[in-house]
């Protein structure tokens, strides 16, 4: 199985669930994402529940259930060229999200050449400057490659940032270092 090329947009402060779900998903849908008959929703498992990936029929319903789990999970669109998966991790419980992951098939992405690259840079982007996020990475095999998203939360709330990503960095330092002196 190959690895995919993924997008990790970082907020160590959180933003809630809901407005990560929602807002993610306007920009997404004005890139020509849509939630069809390909589309899923993945739940992560609570103490109680391990639910099962189900096909999304109503789409409204699958954001709404998304936005409100209390672990969170992920939800595949159908873009104009493939599908992505776009996963949210916070702390549970906490109601808020901490980091968007996206994911795209390797074969796919780069069938579509640069530009592919730079519309889901763009996208990316968009998500970014919506957030505020510190920091903002797209690479292949970001997590195969030994990324933790909770370990990189943790170094920008100190302000560090670490590594260096091929297709996009965006480091917001004056996020990091503001936050560092209302420490």
Known sequence: MSESYQIFILIPNGIQAEKAVYDTHEIVEKMGGVLDEDSMLILNETQNEEPEPEYITEPSE????????????????SMPEFVITIAYKG?????????????IMERAFERGGDEIKNKYAELAQKLHDKFQATRTIMDWGIEYKGFCWLEEIERLNRGEFIGQYTILDIKDKSVAIAKLTAL
């Open 62 to 77: 699958a954001l709404a259930t998304l936005a409100q789990w209390s672990t969170y999970g992920a939800i595949a669109y």
């Open 91 to 103: 702390v549970p419980t906490k109601n808020f999200i901490q980091a968007i992951k996206i994911s």
